[in-house]
Each structure stands twice: as C-alpha cells, then as structure tokens.
C-alpha cells in the first residue's frame, strides 16, 4: 500500500497538477493538507472520477484537510479532539483496510505558529499537545495508526539549507522540537528519518526568493508511525520532482510504503 502526504496550497490554484497526478502516480491512499475550500464546492468529481473515495473537512478559503482512498475509509472523523472550541480545520481520521490489515490513518495540517512569541504560536504548542494526547490515546488502544501531513515543522539542522535562518521561526524554535521530541519519546517512528539519515532532504521550498531555483528548502511534510505499522514500513521517500512541474505547489508529496 503506498500512502501520500501531499500539501497541495489551494485545491482551485492545483487543480490541474493535482488531477494529473492522482491519475499518473495513483497513490492507493492520498492526505491532502491546505486545500483552501468549503466541502461543498471541492471537486468531488475530479476525485470520484480518479478512483477514490473522498472525505473532506474543508474551510473557506484557508486550511482544510482530506482523505482519498482506493479503498473504503471505515470511522472517517474530523477535528482534533481536546477542543471543542476550535474551528479551524485542521485534522482528519479515517481507517483503511489493507490485505493484510488495517492502518488509522490520521492527516493534519499543524498550525504555522508564526509570529512567535503571540497568541499564534500559543495556539500551535497547545495543537501539538492536543496531538500528543490524541497518539498516547491510540497507542493505549493498540489501534496501528500513522499521523502525517504538514507538521510545520524542522525537526533538526538537517532538514533545511539554511538552518540558522529559522532559529527564530515557529517551525525551529526550540519549544516547537521540544513538543515533536515528545511525540517521538511515545515510540513512534519518523518515517523519513528511519531511512534516509543524511541532510538536504527537503520537501518544501518557498515561491519567494528563488528558493526552489536556488535549493533553499526545508523538510516539514512527515510520517509517524506506530511501533506496528513501523514493522510493515518498506520505505518512505520525498517527490522531490514534484516542485519542478507546472504550478506547482510551494510542497511536494511524501511517500510511505507499506507491507499492507
């Protein structure tokens, strides 16, 4: 089974590239992130039309999350527990029945956090808690689950060109690894990490600056995997090309493959 992590920035902008490729690269199971549309106008029919079934928790204009699935999605959830008075649309669960089992398959778009120190960054610590929780539940369940999608995140100096720049940015900032380390010290995995150790390794660069020309990347699109999914891991790798095709989105997909 070959999962993707895929922050396509805005489902109306990508629709092309995002059709073109759920048709030529066919992941059986797709985790998009940042579509920047209201469930009731996202194209279902491009989706449906590919060979998937499709399950959205949109937002007008900004945010929002889906699951697309070669096969049925069983227990679709939306929304991050522990806060009930969150609205932005962030988070999305569904289970996907394999030939040899099941996965809980957990996609989230994590809070920017920027400008930090401020009540954004407050926000994206407490979202990062309220995940944590959501893990150690899972775990204590022993439901094999994975969470991926834009963790705004840069776990390490590896994972950007130019790791002195963002010392001082939400997704570096020493209380933001603090949090990821604590996930990790659960027993999850880090996909990526598991199998490639070595830097440059990116899976976002920014339209400003040349960055994409010129390699300025950062690596913030990750898996995580329970200890019995991290057993059925055959690989994980970045789509790097992706970046380079037309009107693209400023991130490119991560694959995770799977003995499932």
Same mark, same amino acid.
């Given at each position: 089974?070959k999962i993707?992590?895929?922050?396509?920035?805005?489902i109306?902008?990508r629709?092309e590239?995002?059709s073109?490729?759920? *048709?030529?690269?066919?992941?059986?199971v797709?985790v $998009?992130?940042?579509?920047k549309?209201?469930?009731?106008?996202?194209?279902h029919?491009?989706v449906e039309d590919?060979g998937y079934?499709l399950?959205v928790?949109?937002?007008?204009?900004?945010n929002?999350?889906a699951l697309?699935s070669k096969?049925p999605?069983?227990?679709?959830?939306?929304?991050?527990?522990?806060?009930?008075a969150?609205e932005?649309?962030?988070y999305?669960?569904?289970?996907?029945?394999g030939d040899?089992?099941?996965? *809980?398959?957990?996609?989230l778009?994590?809070?920017?956090?920027?400008?930090?120190?401020?009540?954004k960054y407050?926000?994206k610590?407490?979202?990062?808690?309220r $995940?944590?929780a959501?893990?150690r539940?899972?775990?204590?369940?022993?439901?094999p689950?994975?969470?991926?999608?834009d963790f705004?995140v840069?776990?390490?100096a590896?994972?950007?060109?130019r790791?002195?720049i +963002?010392?001082?940015?939400?997704l570096?900032?020493?209380?933001?690894r603090t949090?990821? *380390? *604590?996930l990790l010290?659960?027993g999850?995995t880090e996909a990526?990490?598991?199998?490639t150790?070595?830097?440059?390794h990116?899976?976002? +660069?920014?339209y400003?600056?040349?960055a +994409?020309d010129?390699?300025?990347?950062?690596?913030?699109d990750?898996?995580? $995997?329970?200890p019995a999914?991290a057993?059925?891991?055959?690989?994980?790798t970045?789509q790097?090309?992706?970046?380079g095709r037309?009107k693209?989105?400023?991130?490119?997909?991560?694959?995770l493959?799977?003995?499932l």
């Open positions: 089974m993707a992590t895929y922050n396509i920035n805005g109306k902008a629709y590239t995002v073109a490729w759920l *048709r030529e690269d066919a992941p059986d797709a $998009l992130q940042e579509i549309s209201a469930d009731a106008v996202f194209p029919e491009m590919a079934e399950h928790h949109g937002q007008k204009g900004f929002g999350v697309l096969t999605l069983e227990d679709v959830t939306r929304g991050l527990p522990g806060d009930d969150d932005q649309a962030r999305i669960e569904g289970t996907v029945i040899a089992g099941a996965v *809980r398959v957990c996609g778009y994590l809070p920017n956090g920027n400008p930090a120190p401020g009540p407050d926000y610590l407490a979202w990062m808690a $995940l944590e959501r893990a539940n899972l775990l204590a369940a022993e439901i689950f994975l969470m991926t999608g705004n840069i776990p390490d590896r994972d950007a060109t790791p002195e +963002w010392e001082t940015d939400a570096g900032l020493p209380a933001t949090a990821w *380390r *604590r010290n659960l999850l990526f990490r598991a199998r150790p070595a830097p440059g990116y899976s976002f +660069w920014d400003q600056g040349g +994409w010129r390699g300025n990347g950062i690596r913030i990750h898996f995580l $995997l329970s999914i057993d059925r891991m055959r690989d994980c970045i790097t090309e992706m970046r037309e693209p989105s400023d991130h490119v997909p991560v694959w493959d799977l003995d």
